[in-house]
């Protein structure tokens, strides 16, 4: 039970993160990016990469520390957030889906193929916590979490300070009224650009943090159903646009999804059913949430724009 | 070489017809449906299950028999069924109270794991085949390899275009559905029912996409991700074929199944000659994406003459 906590706390700071990061993008500028599992995946085999002591063959094995593995993540990630932004953004809302849906994708078939990077299917295993080796095995999870934890506090609380500045009022606008944002001058690529580059670090950051808790990756830890679906399901049940939703929606549904796994060992289904059924349940609670109530559990906070007549608007 | 051409006029034909039943969706509803690769996934399933209770016969020529074709028209007419139930349910409240068009694709994604799930539950993970056994095959001079069935399936999808191009163009049907494509209120106005606009074309979609899928299970075999890895080609086709225009999709859909077989192995030849290490055949997905990107950066609005409303 206490182990079970521990794992909790770490990957529900872990799925925070990546909501936080989803939230900016979606939540705040109305970016339908769905490159959110191709975006964890880069940010993930970065840390590792570089933070890794041995190589065996392929690239990596710098022995970095932990803070550049994050570092290394958040601008491998956000390079790639950019090139799809200056590709498709300035295009519509459904070509723009399109193409990130394409380029996680890509990604993760990189990842497949390309031995001498990921070591393919094979995956990259001994991937140390970090802190690890100064309180033992016993205690790592425990401290892990807490510092994951930590990192959560800090981007929520910098995000925080972002989206209540003018900037995020912007974007803000920009979702709620492209036009009239438009009207006023201000250059809508331009802020849409920003907030999916500083989303898509932020998503790399958990990416990378997902790996150095799991100990070993190969790229389907990175599947679109854990890393871009269940993010997408914790922004829109937190409510999107709201900062505190997305943790208290990352945190709720991690734990139903950690505790239906408990739950399914003892029902009489084979065990290669269960992730389907699973699947299937969240995809029915977020097809049910947006029909019947699409501000999420909390909801947005505020609308900046009076214009904004329609309700599915504000709470989109 | 240029067997790998043939296998892409065969790939391409496929793509065309997920293609039409994307681009019907995108016209007249406005939102790429992300589940069209899906529910041409189960289109094929369901032809794969009706063919378990059918007996299949036999044709002269080609393979398969007439149950086949029985399943064939047994499925578009569930996946149209589901496909209308589900935008009964699901979309129609949303076009009700004129929501953001972020929640059609939200609600598109989410059916796509809906339906991905339910595929693997009933079905499970293994592949599958309609025909037992060995196909017939013609081994002709250039490396071609082709089965009678592959030729019907590129026959067969070049009469179903033509059909479809008939019927929106030349029926008081298709042109109501153009009218409302181009000005709903409008034509509203003039008597067109939008509710029965909609039914259609749902209708049309799924009875295009379970002929897609069925075909790609035909000339191929049945996977259950297989919708899923060619939803970049059908995109491709779809916004090449300039804004879903019929026989732009065709051609965008040919030149998509060519460039993915008969492109990749180019490339291949190309990389092995100045030694650069890549496989390409894991990477025909990423072909179709990057030709993607290319078509959006430079020709958003497709490659062809005419769009869906004015050919």
């Not at chain 2, 293994?126 to 056994?133: A, D, E, H, R, T």
């Not at chain 2, 409008?186 to 049309?204: D, F, P, Q």
């Amino acid at each position: 039970m206490i182990a079970y906590i521990a794992a909790l706390l770490c990957m529900g700071s872990v799925y925070a993160i990546i909501t936080l990061g989803y939230n900016l993008q979606w939540g705040y500028t109305g970016l339908f990016n769905l490159s959110v599992f191709g975006l964890a995946a880069a940010g993930g085999y970065t840390s590792v990469i570089l933070t890794g002591a041995t190589a065996g063959g392929r690239l990596g094995g710098y022995g970095l520390p932990f803070i550049i593995g994050l570092v290394g993540a958040a601008m491998v990630s956000g390079l790639l957030g950019g090139l799809i932004g200056m590709a498709t953004l300035h295009l519509e809302f459904g070509f723009f889906a399109i193409s990130t849906l394409g380029l996680g994708m890509t990604i993760q078939i990189i990842l497949k193929n390309e031995q001498w990077l990921s070591n393919g299917v094979w995956g990259i295993g001994g991937i140390h916590k970090p802190l690890s080796g100064f309180v033992g095995n016993d205690l790592s999870n425990w401290v892990y979490g807490i510092l994951a934890f930590l990192i959560m506090l800090l981007i929520f609380y910098l995000l925080e300070r972002v989206v209540k500045s003018p900037w995020g009022r912007i974007q803000m606008a920009i979702k709620e009224d492209e036009k009239l944002t438009e009207m006023l001058g201000k250059k809508v690529f331009s802020y849409r650009f920003q907030s999916l580059v500083l989303g898509s670090m932020i998503i790399g950051i958990g990416g990378a943090m997902f790996a150095h808790y799991q100990g070993y990756i190969n790229p389907m830890s990175y599947t679109d159903i854990m890393m871009c679906f269940l993010p997408l399901l914790m922004v829109v049940a937190g409510g999107s646009g709201n900062n505190k939703g997305s943790i208290v929606g990352a945190f709720v549904i991690w734990g139903a999804w950690s505790v239906s796994e408990m739950v399914a060992g003892y029902l009489p289904i084979s065990s290669a059913k269960i992730p389907h059924i699973r699947t299937l349940v969240v995809g029915i609670v977020i097809i049910s949430l947006l029909r019947w109530r699409p501000t999420g559990i909390i909801g947005r906070e505020q609308a900046v724009s009076s214009t904004a007549k329609n309700k599915d608007i504000i709470a989109s | 070489m240029l067997g790998s051409i043939v296998n892409g006029i065969i790939l391409g034909s496929i793509i065309t017809l997920g293609g039409l039943g994307i681009s019907y969706i995108l016209l007249i509803q406005n939102y790429f449906n992300f589940t069209g690769g899906t529910f041409f996934t189960l289109g094929a399933y369901l032809a794969f299950a009706f063919l378990s209770i059918i007996p299949m016969g036999s044709f002269p020529v080609v393979s398969f028999g007439p149950g086949l074709i029985l399943a064939l028209i047994l499925s578009m007419i569930v996946l149209a069924i589901i496909m209308t139930a589900v935008d009964k349910f699901l979309y129609q409240p949303l076009r009700k109270r004129n929501s953001p068009f972020m929640f059609f694709y939200l609600t598109a994604f989410g059916m796509l794991f809906v339906l991905r799930s339910l595929i693997y539950l009933i079905w499970g993970p293994q592949l599958k085949n309609y025909i037992s056994g060995v196909r017939k095959t013609y081994h002709l001079a250039g490396g071609i390899n082709i089965s009678p069935d592959e030729i019907f399936v590129v026959l067969a999808t070049l009469i179903i275009v033509g059909i479809v191009y008939y019927f929106q163009y030349y029926t008081k049907l298709g042109k109501a559905m153009l009218a409302t494509a181009n000005d709903s209120r409008l034509a509203e106005i003039s008597g067109i029912k939008n509710k029965h606009v909609h039914t259609t074309v749902t209708i049309i979609a799924g009875v295009l996409t379970a002929t897609a899928g069925v075909f790609y299970g035909l000339a191929i075999q049945l996977r259950p991700i297989m919708g899923f890895t060619l939803l970049m080609a059908m995109f491709f086709a779809v916004v090449c074929g300039g804004d879903g225009a019929i026989l732009g999709t065709l051609g965008a859909g040919l030149i998509i199944g060519i460039t993915q077989e008969f492109g990749s192995e180019i490339l291949q030849v190309i990389f092995d000659s100045t030694g650069i290490p890549i496989e390409m055949s894991g990477y025909k997905q990423v072909l179709a994406f990057l030709l993607l990107i290319v078509i959006l950066t430079t020709k958003p609005h497709g490659i062809f003459q005419g769009t869906f409303l004015e050919r």
